[in-house]
T-cell receptor, first 115, second 112 residues
Framework: DAGVTQSPTHLIKTRGQQVTLRCSPKSGHDTVSWYQQALGQGPQFIFQYYEEEERQRGNFPDRFSGHQFPNYSSELNVNALLLGDSALYLC??????????????FGDGTRLSIL | GESVGLHLPTLSVQEGDNSIINCAYSNSASDYFIWYKQESGKGPQFIIDIRSNMDKRQGQRVTVLLNKTVKHLSLQIAATQPGDSAVYFCAENPPNWGKFQFGAGTQVVVTP
């Protein structure tokens, strides 16, 4: 039973560029959340997708956008990259079942470095 | 905004001893909590969860205690092993929110 998978594992971009990160949720999960983790800090919530719509959003600018596909996989897009966007981007999946308070299971992340 | 915080940034434990990791959460409305373990180069790994209608939950070698009166959470690891060396996060989930709020984490170092 595959867990949460993310691609690519590492990525190097320059300021001003755009990036797309991908996530496949754990089998049986229908909800995908994205987090940003700076070095030495805890993950910070970016947004959550359920039924192909953004369900909730954290305190991140509009440069951060996402998408969820009918097969529940998801993409995170970041435009106009800044040096401060360098971080580990984590995808977490869960099954909503119409309620919250469900455990979220994480992938190993994409390490994004901005030069 | 509100955030989850940990009392001890680094915890050094001798192999075989019990570990206790503490966490103070800020949102009194939070009703679900998870402890995660994160090893270097990997994503957070689910350890154990607890809902606000409980004050204690046990897993394999781990116990989570919840004190809602003082908004405190702890993770106890019995007979700590070298493989337990990692950063541990507590995360809180307020009601009607899909997100989890994490603190900065506690680095646990197991010494022989």
């Amino acid at each position: 039973d595959a867990g949460v998978t993310q691609s690519p594992t590492h990525l190097i971009k320059t300021r001003g560029q755009q990036v797309t990160l991908r996530c496949s949720p754990k089998s049986g999960h229908d909800t995908v959340s994205w987090y940003q983790q700076a070095l030495g800090q805890g993950p910070q919530f970016i947004f959550q997708y359920y039924e192909e719509e953004e369900r909730q959003r954290g305190n991140f600018p509009d440069r951060f956008s996402g998408h969820q596909f009918p097969n529940y996989s998801s993409e995170l897009n970041v435009n106009a990259l800044l040096l401060g966007d360098s971080a580990l981007y984590l995808c977490a999946s869960s099954t909503l079942r119409g309620i919250d308070n469900q455990p979220q299971h994480f992938g190993d992340g994409t390490r994004l470095s901005i030069l | 905004g509100e955030s989850v915080g940990l009392h001890l940034p680094t915890l050094s434990v001798q192999e075989g001893d019990n570990s206790i990791i503490n966490c103070a959460y800020s949102n009194s409305a939070s009703d679900y909590f998870i402890w995660y373990k994160q090893e270097s180069g990997k994503g957070p790994q689910f350890i154990i969860d607890i809902r606000s209608n409980m004050d204690k939950r046990q897993g394999q070698r781990v116990t989570v205690l919840l004190n809602k009166t003082v908004k405190h959470l702890s993770l106890q690891i019995a007979a700590t092993q070298p493989g337990d060396s990692a950063v541990y996060f507590c995360a809180e989930n307020p009601p009607n929110w899909g997100k989890f709020q994490f603190g900065a984490g506690t680095q646990v170092v197991v010494t022989p």
